[in-house]
T-cell receptor, first 115, second 113 residues
Framework: GAGVSQTPSNKVTEKGKYVELRCDPISGHTALYWYRQSLGQGPEFLIYFQGTGAADDSGLPNDRFFAVRPEGSVSTLKIQRTERGDSAVYLC?????????????FGPGTRLTVL | GQQVMQIPQYQHVQEGEDFTTYCNSSTTLSNIQWYKQRPGGHPVFLIQLVKSGEVKKQKRLTFQFGEAKKNSSLHITATQTTDVGTYFCAGPRGWDSNYQLIWGAGTKLIIKP
């Protein structure tokens, strides 16, 4: 079956611009996660959705970052007034449910470059 | 704050040699997960360990969870080129949260030419 998909695969933008990154999780997965990964580092948790609601957004670095999942499936990560320090690979993952011990299935990521 | 540390950062081995990566948490973990990320790829789940002192094997890979549930290791016997990549451990933040994973920085396995 189809895995987690993310679009675009690469995004180059200029400092100060707005970007949207899309994640399409595995069908039926209720839990969705966004991570950010910088070179040579492990993924850094940003936000977690259970269904439509953001159950935990404590990892979002500041109020320029926002994410939605209006219908409990596709999610969009939105970054306003991008800064060079936002450059990273943004990973999305989904799992069948939260709680319990469920592996997370990752998408291929979106590489964001802010010039 | 809670931290997960992994060593070494890199390990260069000849094909056929063994590889080991170690993971240490600053807090007791309810479970620990291991992922593999190939160069240019995304993390792929390998295994989850839950019980104190647990040992699990997947072919040439052996995973251990410490008795105190604060450390873990992954050992690969007789490495092959397909093993190349970065191996991450990740543990949940807090005892009753399983979704917010704290990740180690990873150990990169490099096969010497």
């Amino acid at each position: 079956g189809a895995g987690v998909s993310q679009t675009p695969s690469n995004k180059v933008t200029e400092k100060g611009k707005y970007v949207e990154l899309r994640c399409d999780p595995i069908s039926g997965h209720t839990a969705l996660y966004w991570y950010r990964q910088s070179l040579g580092q492990g993924p850094e948790f940003l936000i977690y959705f259970q269904g439509t609601g953001a159950a935990d957004d404590s990892g979002l670095p500041n109020d320029r970052f926002f994410a939605v999942r209006p219908e409990g499936s596709v999610s969009t990560l939105k970054i306003q007034r991008t800064e060079r320090g936002d450059s990273a690979v943004y990973l999305c993952a989904s799992s069948p449910t939260s709680g319990g011990y469920n592996e997370q299935f990752f998408g291929p990521g979106t590489r964001l470059t802010v010039l | 704050g809670q931290q997960v540390m992994q060593i070494p950062q890199y390990q260069h081995v000849q094909e056929g040699e063994d590889f080991t990566t170690y993971c240490n948490s600053s807090t007791t973990l309810s479970n620990i997960q291991w992922y593999k990320q190939r160069p240019g790829g995304h993390p792929v789940f390998l295994i989850q360990l839950v019980k104190s002192g647990e040992v699990k094997k997947q072919k040439r890979l052996t995973f251990q969870f410490g008795e105190a549930k604060k450390n873990s290791s992954l050992h690969i016997t007789a490495t092959q080129t397909t093993d190349v990549g970065t191996y991450f451990c990740a543990g949940p933040r807090g005892w009753d949260s399983n979704y917010q994973l704290i990740w180690g920085a990873g150990t990169k396995l490099i096969i010497k030419p």
